[in-house]
């Protein structure tokens, strides 16, 4: 089936630094890749759309700014936590959806971030 | 808000009895999944049934969908300790869009 990999899987930093997460589909193309936030016991938020080639879609209360989205392959979108602040310390998932009208969502492993 | 909304939150069953996980929705939907979660990883996709399908089955899975009561279960037969898990399911339509989930846990 397809895979997703997420990296790195766990990363701790200090607060105001910025922070890279990847995410790869590794045997199909997508076009669309989704970021999710998940807190201790909670279910998954949706963050953003990633669209290859063009800006991310923010929900609503998503600030663009701390949360950068960059999707500039049909492989790879990569999600960016600028400035972290032990706020921002949580699960990342992103997943990735394969063509078709009935595409179908992989996801990846996630990435936990911890902001000291 | 939460498209889909997962009963029981919690469920705690014996080594060998079956679990059943239902989800609720609210709008229509293209087809609905079944995700499953250990503590502190990430999500495994499980099963994946369309909007024109009424029942699929997978190993010891078998997911129903019954789009006018906008519902879905998941029964998992023959439990095993290692089913141990948060359970989602999530609706596409436009975008997806996971409930609640329910915690499954299963005694050895």
């Known amino acids: 089936g397809a895979v997703v990999s997420q990296h790195p899987s766990r990363v701790i930093c200090k607060s105001g630094t910025s922070v890279k997460i990847e995410c790869r589909s590794l045997?199909?193309?997508?076009?669309?890749m989704f970021w999710y936030r998940q807190f201790p016991k909670k279910s998954l938020m949706l963050m953003a759309t990633s669209n290859e080639g063009s800006k991310a879609t923010y929900e609503q209360g998503v600030e663009k700014d701390k949360f950068l989205i960059n999707h500039a392959s049909l492989t790879l979108s990569t999600l960016t936590v600028t400035s972290a602040h032990p706020e921002d310390s949580s699960f990342y998932i992103c997943?990735?959806?394969?063509?078709?009208?009935?595409?179908?969502?992989?996801f990846g492993e996630g990435s936990r971030l911890t902001v000291l | 808000s939460q498209q889909g909304e997962e009963d029981p939150q919690a469920l705690s069953i014996q080594e060998g009895e079956n679990a059943t996980m239902n989800c609720s929705y609210k709008t229509s939907i293209n087809n609905l999944q079944w995700y499953r979660q250990n503590s502190g990883r990430g999500l495994v996709h499980l099963i994946l049934?369309?909007?024109?399908?009424r029942e699929k089955h997978s190993g010891r899975l078998r997911v129903t969908l019954d789009t006018s009561k906008k519902s879905s279960s998941l029964l998992i037969t023959a439990s095993r300790a290692a089913d141990t898990a948060s359970y989602f399911c999530?609706?596409?339509?436009?975008?997806?869009?996971f409930g609640g989930g329910t915690r499954l846990m299963v005694k050895p």
């Open positions: 049934i369309r909007s024109n399908e």
């Open positions: 997943s990735a959806r394969t063509s078709g009208a009935l595409g179908e969502l992989f």
């Open positions: 999530a609706t596409s339509g436009n975008m997806l869009t």
């Open positions: 045997d199909f193309q997508a076009t669309t």
